[in-house]
Each structure stands twice: as structure tokens, then as C-alpha cells.
């Protein structure tokens, strides 16, 4: 199964093997390219050469072809501030304070205009290299849209002009169809409505306000053919029942929402949903270690059968955010015996007192650790025990083979000053020799036979 039917089925509330992997990469596909976010924004072949670094990197399921919430509003008029590592920021309002547009001055956006031409082209390339991968068009939300051409203005209007929010919100509505349009027919399988200013307002405000634009655009995208998402960050629990009787595929959330509420808001309206891997904390400041163990939480509140779950980070990946975990990402959500060994460890690895290795290599023996889950349970960590113990077998009482198991606290402390990452590993003499892949018996004997050369 490929990553886009894997995604299609989770959106459909489908059985599926495994939770499908999206990295939501924007501007840190520059990164990868060893460009700027602004460079990078601008070039349809820096995009193009970024994008296809990072689903070479990370294997995903699916992912966005562009994460740029300033797309739509660059033209309709909003003046840009632009960002080495970021995406551009609004900085002028159209239709807000200090603008001099009114509603009927604006044009839906053309599918060739400002940088839309080329974030098309972008999709049509990559639909093209890349058939079996999903494709995501973000499109800015109708309420943030809105923001961007009024600005704070809008919040006030809300109590003192309703009808003319409504009518912005319905031009809104017409770009978000329009923006929905152009990314199908370039390729996309997927539409995002991404709309994190929601979680400004309260249930009753949405309703009122947003519900009938986004049904309206979630009607419309599958109408296309196309499956729906509904992006959000920020604290916007409250909102999340109004989200799911806007009637998308998915509802995709950061870290600030417990997942196991979406989980069962959202599925008990037949949506599905996604997240909450944490974008700062874990994915940009943390390590693998830090990484794993998030995605594994995120994996068992999910469920066994993973229904409707899709992982991703909260929001577009932060530039900076350090590669191998992203990587880890791709690997472990594929691997369920890895997800056991992280399962195994206890919640914080640093806080554990590693053994004091100083005196631990001897000049009469060699001492082989095996360092697993546990043999008596893991196949692969039986076997690796195994090997061990048969190439140390002509060796006599020159070799000593112990395994230390990780669930117990002996095990884990082992493991830490040792220095072992992967599960199952043999040491030998204090130093990882084999990790993860048992080795052929011989090679494990030439070893041996360095170390014994060592100590003459």
C-alpha cells in the first residue's frame, strides 16, 4: 500500500496497517537546499529541488507543496515582510485601518497570478515524479484570509457590522473554492483549509461566522474529487466540535489540543484527524530520543488500529528544525518492533545513573553485552544473543557474553553508558560493535579476535 492510499483510507476511516506520516514542510525544505525561506518562496525550482530533498529524507505519505499563509492575501493587495527562515508576514491590511480598497475593488486570484503560478507548477511537477505520494494544496483559511485583508479591525466589526463581515467572509469563501480548484488540477489529492486564527474566537462566533464558509469549501473540495482537511493551531479545543460539523476528511491539530479529545470528538462525528507531534519543544530543540518517545505517545493514542489517524507535527516545520529527527520520523513509524523498544524505555533517559565503566575492560577477558528488549520475548533480540554466545563458544573462558535487557533498570543504565541507540546491539569490551542487524557469526569471531590481539 503507497502513501496515498494509505492516506486515503485513514481520511475514510479505513483499516490501515500503520499511521500515515506527513511532515508539514515548509520554508525548512530550504534549508535542506542550503537556501533562505525567501530565496526559496520565490524559485519554482528551488521549491521543486527542496521538496524533493525532503520526501527523500523523510518518506512520507503525503506532503504540502507550499506552507505559505500569505500566498492568497501577496495578491489581493497585503503588503509582505519577508523572512530568512520564515515565511512572509502580513504587514499591510487592505481592507483594515490605513488601507484604501474596498471589497468591491478586489478580484478572485487567478490561477497565474503572483507566486500562485509558480507553487502550481511546483505540484505538476512533483504529481508527476512522485504518483504514489499524496499531495497536499494548503489554501489560507476564510477567517484568517479575512484577518489578513482587515486586520484586528475585523473583531471589532463582528458586534457593530455583521453584514459586512459576512460579506467578506463569502468573498473569502469564493477564493479558498478558487485556490481549491487550481490545486486539484495540478495534482493535488488533498486540500488543507488552513485557518489557525479560529482559535481566536469562541464556539458561537465560529458558527456564526466561519461555519458557512468552510461547509461551503469542504462541500465544494469534495465536489472536486479531492479529500478535505481542516488545519488549526493554537488552543482551539474549544472549537473543535465546530470544526468537525464544518463536515471535512480531517481535522489536524498542534500540541496545544490533547489528542486523545480529538481523537474522540473527532471520530464520533466520522472525521478523522491528525498531530500533535510537537513542533518546538520536541521536533526543534529535542533530539531522536525525544522524537521517538513523542511519536510513540502519539502512535498508542491512536490505538492499535490507528483509525482515522494521521502523524504530523502541529504547523509547517520550523527552518531549523534538525533533520535526523524528522528522519526518525519516517523510519519508526514504519518499524512497530522500534516502537516496542521505546515502549520498553522509562520516560526520560537522562535522568537514569549510568554504570561506571572505567574499570569495566579487564586484560584477561573480553566482555560481550548484548543489550536488548528481552530474548525471551523478542525474536530478534533472541537471536542476537544467540549469535553471540555460539561465536564466543570456542573462545572458552576467554569471552564472557551477558545480555542486559532494557526492562530492567540494570539494562537501561547499561545501556546509557555504553552509549547504545539501537536496540538490539552487542557491545564488546565497552565499545557497540552491532546494532539493530545480527551479524554473521564469523564476523562477530574476527572481532573477538581483535579484541583478545588488544590485550597481549
Known amino acids: 500500500m503507497n502513501g496515498k492510499e494509505i492516506l486515503k483510507k485513514a481520511y475514510s476511516l479505513e483499516p490501515i496497517p500503520r499511521a500515515p506520516w506527513v511532515p508539514f514542510v515548509g520554508v525548512h525544505a530550504a534549508q535542506l537546499i542550503h537556501t533562505d525561506a525567501e530565496t526559496y518562496l520565490r524559485s519554482e525550482d528551488l521549491m521543486t529541488q527542496g521538496l524533493n530533498e525532503a520526501i527523500r529524507l523523510y518518506q512520507p505519505d503525503g506532503i504540502p507543496v507550499a506552507f505559505d499563509l500569505q500566498l492568497e492575501a501577496e495578491v489581493l493587495g497585503c503588503d509582505l515582510v519577508w523572512s530568512k527562515d520564515n515565511p512572509p508576514s502580513v504587514s499591510s491590511h487592505p481592507l ?22 509558480k507553487i502550481l507548477n511546483v505540484t505538476r511537477t512533483l504529481r508527476q515524479q512522485h504518483p504514489d505520494l499524496a499531495l497536499y494544496g494548503l489554501i ?82 469534495k465536489q472536486l474529487g479531492a479529500y478535505s482537511s481542516f488545519f ?23 500540541e496545544n489540543i490533547p489528542l486523545d479529545y480529538v481523537r474522540d470528538t473527532c471520530l464520533s462525528h466520522g472525521v478523522s484527524y491528525g498531530g500533535n507531534l510537537k513542533l518546538t519543544v520536541v521536533l526543534l530543540m529535542g533530539d531522536i530520543d525525544d522524537t521517538r518517545r513523542n511519536i ?38 514504519k518499524d512497530t518492533y522500534q516502537q516496542d523498544i521505546v515502549r520498553a524505555l522509562p520516560e526520560k533517559i537522562p535522568h537514569i545513573k549510568p554504570l561506571d565503566l572505567s574499570t569495566y575492560v579487564t586484560k584477561d577477558v573480553v566482555k560481550i553485552d548484548c543489550v536488548t ?7 530478534a533480540c533472541q537471536y542476537m544473543v544467540e549469535a553471540a554466545r555460539r561465536a564466543a563458544e570456542p573462545y572458552g573462558e576467554k569471552v564472557i557474553v551477558k545480555e542486559h535487557s532494557i526492562k530492567r533498570q540494570e539494562g537501561v543504565e547499561f545501556m546509557v553508558a555504553a552509549g547504545v541507540k539501537s536496540i538490539p546491539s552487542i557491545v564488546i569490551d565497552g565499545e557497540v560493535k552491532f546494532k539493530s542487524n545480527i551479524p554473521p557469526i564469523q564476523e562477530i569471531r574476527a572481532t573477538i579476535d581483535l579484541a583478545l590481539s588488544k590485550k597481549k
Open 96 to 117: 483594515g485601518e490605513g488601507g484604501d480598497k474596498k471589497l468591491s475593488d478586489l478580484s478572485i486570484p487567478k490561477a497565474t497570478d503572483g507566486r500562485i503560478g
Open 373 to 379: 528488549l528481552d530474548s525471551v520475548a523478542c525474536a
Open 140 to 221: 489560507t483559511g476564510p477567517f484568517t484570509l479575512a484577518l489578513h485583508l482587515c486586520g484586528t479591525d475585523i473583531f471589532m466589526k463582528m458586534f457593530t457590522d455583521e453584514s459586512e463581515v459576512h460579506d467578506i467572509m463569502a468573498f473569502c469563501t469564493k477564493v479558498c473554492k478558487a485556490m481549491s480548484q487550481y490545486y486539484v488540477e495540478a495534482g493535488c489529492d488533498i486540500i488543507a483549509v488552513v485557518d489557525p486564527m479560529c482559535s481566536q474566537i469562541g464556539p458561537d462566533q465560529f458558527e456564526q461566522f466561519v461555519t458557512p464558509s468552510c461547509k461551503d469549501t469542504f462541500s465544494y473540495i
Open 296 to 333: 510513540v505517545e502519539c502512535l498508542d493514542i491512536a490505538g492499535k488500529d490507528y483509525k482515522g489517524y494521521i502523524l504530523s507535527p502541529g504547523c509547517d516545520l520550523a527552518y531549523a528544525t534538525p533533520v535526523a529527527n524528522l528522519v526518525e520520523c519516517g523510519k519508526l513509524i
Open 232 to 254: 488549526v493551531c493554537g488552543q482551539a479545543q474549544h472549537n473543535i466540535e465546530e470544526m468537525c460539523k464544518c463536515l471535512p476528511n480531517n481535522i489536524s491539530i498542534d
